[in-house]
């Protein structure tokens, strides 16, 4: 999917098709369809050098039957079962 990036020290509104609009605040990023790209209102950020749009290679990784594989749960906060101990005994 192409990834657009905010080059400006300024939240932008980048005009996508359908009448949608991504938010990207300053030095941040996003993805949109092949198909946004074309828009002329993303062509003309692009233009004005307030936003660059690469494209990158699908993230997903694949495995040999086609299936997506999904990323391990990060650790974290972790609910642990049991009494509390509030420490009036």
Known sequence: MPTISNKTHAPLRVPLPGGKTLHLGPGKTGQVSPKAV???GLKKLVDAGKI????ESPSRTSSPGGAHQTKAASPGHHAKGGARNTGDR
């Open 52 to 55: 660059e749009i690469t494209d």
């Open 38 to 40: 074309d828009h002329p």
